[in-house]
């Protein structure tokens, strides 16, 4: 059997960003840490799985839909109880209902890659990268190398016998299950600690760089951003270089960029913050928390809108640019996702059994009431959606990454109507693109005409939902907005042709959209 031990609350510090959460919850590229620790631990062929969570937390129905999904079933501690008496809880709960065999642990907010396989009672052991407490384990690899959290024991009653001897003591008890079956220590290579907030975010930053994205790289505090076309990476450089000053508060420092060589870059600050989709999907923050980002939100907003001057021609290419971004691109874009799909847009579409229109009829309905709510001159973001938003909740701050920075029809620019913007942040809030991106939807289909979308979310959600909409709505009312946002999810189709099921609950989503009272 494997147990990831979780039956404890991330420490207070990290709970003031993310809420009262166990570690392996913790939020970590759009999923959270659990996903990726089963992952990982696929690799050992054990067909039983465990995590330990405390007793008090309240396991919502779409964590609970994950761990179903994970085949991941879960064991109740106190979150009093030490680590020792946890996992002696742990083990013989999974003893009683039928597991038996070699024991894996691995702690919760650890997140390991390699693990040995065919080999019975291990230590796993890693260099540190800071100074905190670890149990330090002289080995032949180095004599700085600690107990990294993962320990595999093949005896399950000499395992259950000494944590009950060693009573409130988990190194004590794997000390003397070693006197009495002996353990190979295995180097982790691979070792990735999430459980304080400096090494939370050390550790994403490693991830971010070796295994997330090719074109991230960051080291020293620095964010190297590459990529192609070209052009694409030259314009965000130029929209951070060109921004009023008054803008610039919210948004990283530019240390520098070069076009020149074959692969354009440039260089952001690091910031140790956690972007706003994963603490949307996966965090528990409290809803005075997100007030105080929407709020942070509204005044970038405001001063995007009052940070510059322009001409009669400048506010008419505004305009241009906004009606190519509507209607030009919906269009080509559902042209595309028609060819590739072999999808008639003209079939009549039934959602949660309602005839509905066409999807070119619904584009075409989108297209003309978002042209009508006029034009909002501004510094525009151009993508500000949660995913590039960070918040950093000790200073109250907010920071935009990855901007636009390019008109429809491609060339530099940091005006736009604020809207699309607005547009953009509800696509998020109320469009809930980000749980469709962590998969955390239900899809249902009759044929690829007939289909409904389902969303497990909570009254927490729903009251974030109801904080944006208000705060917003001097600016426009999400009624107003809302065929633009049906008009990012269908325009968005082809850009994820590699999944198609995220395809099926974007279009789903967009009618659903176009219900919301």
């Known amino acids: 059997m494997i147990i990831i031990n979780s039956g404890t609350y991330i420490v207070p510090e990290f709970q003031s960003e993310l809420g009262r959460i166990p570690p392996c919850l913790l939020p970590l590229g759009n999923r959270k840490l659990i996903e990726h620790q089963v992952e990982a631990l696929s690799c050992l062929n054990d067909s039983t799985l465990f995590v330990t969570l405390p007793d008090d937390y309240d396991l919502y129905a779409d964590d609970q839909l994950l761990f179903d999904k994970l085949a991941v079933r879960v064991l109740r501690v106190s979150s009093e109880m030490s680590l020792a008496e946890a996992v002696l809880v742990a083990v ?3 003893a009683l209902v039928g597991s038996s065999g070699e024991v894996h642990l691995l702690h919760g907010d650890t997140l390991l890659y390699d693990f040995p396989q065919g080999k019975s009672d291990i230590l796993g052991v890693g260099i540190p990268q800071d100074s905190y407490s670890w149990q330090k384990e002289v080995s032949d690899y180095s004599e700085q190398s600690v107990w990294c959290g993962y320990f595999s024991f093949q005896s399950m009653p000499t ?20 006197q009495k079956k002996g353990m190979e220590t295995h180097f982790f290579t691979s070792w990735f600690d999430l459980g304080h ?3 939370y975010f050390k550790s ?10 090719n074109d991230l790289r960051i080291a020293q505090n620095i964010v190297w951003k590459t990529g192609l076309p070209k052009k694409k990476i030259e314009a965000e450089a130029h929209w951070y270089q060109t921004i009023p000053t008054k803008i610039k508060r919210f948004v990283p420092q530019l240390i520098d960029a070069d076009f020149n060589a074959d692969t354009p870059s440039y260089q952001l ?11 949307f999907v996966h965090g528990r923050k409290e809803a005075l928390g997100w007030h105080a980002i929407a709020e942070q939100l509204i005044d970038f907003l405001q001063e995007a809108t009052s940070s510059f001057s322009l001409n009669q021609s400048e506010n008419q290419q505004i305009k241009q640019d906004y009606t190519c971004l509507v209607a030009d691109k919906t269009r080509n874009r559902l042209m595309l996702f028609s060819q590739e799909n072999n999808f008639d847009l003209s079939k009549p579409i039934s959602f949660r059994g309602i005839t509905m229109p066409c999807v070119q009829e619904l584009a075409e309905e989108c297209i003309n009431a978002s042209l009508r709510i006029g034009c909002r001159p501004a510094v525009l973001h151009g993508d500000l959606c949660f995913s590039n938003i960070l918040f950093n909740s000790r200073q109250d701050q907010l920071k935009l990454i990855d901007p636009r920075g390019l008109t429809a029809d491609g060339h530099f620019s940091i005006y736009g109507n604020q809207f699309y913007d607005i547009a953009k942040l509800m696509h998020s809030v109320v469009g809930l693109y980000d749980f469709i991106l962590a998969g955390r939807y239900t899809y249902c289909e009759k044929t690829p005409y007939n289909f409904d979308l389902t969303f497990s979310i909570n009254a927490e959600i729903k009251n974030i939902q109801s904080i944006f909409k208000n705060l917003l709505n001097p600016l426009i009312s999400f009624q107003d907005v809302k065929a633009l946002v049906v008009l990012l999810f269908l325009s968005m189709l082809p850009l994820h042709s590699d999944r198609p099921d995220r395809q099926k609950a974007m279009l789903a989503n967009a009618y659903k959209i176009h219900l919301t009272e």
């Open 92 to 94: 013989s709960s999974a």
């Open 159 to 178: 395992l259950i016998q000494c944590l009950a001897v060693a009573k409130n003591s988990f190194v004590d008890a794997v000390n003397i299950y070693r």
């Open 197 to 199: 907030i400096n090494t």
């Open 204 to 213: 994403r930053a490693r991830i971010t760089t070796e295994r997330a994205f």
């Open 269 to 279: 600050e690091y910031l140790p913050l956690v972007p706003l989709n994963e603490l």
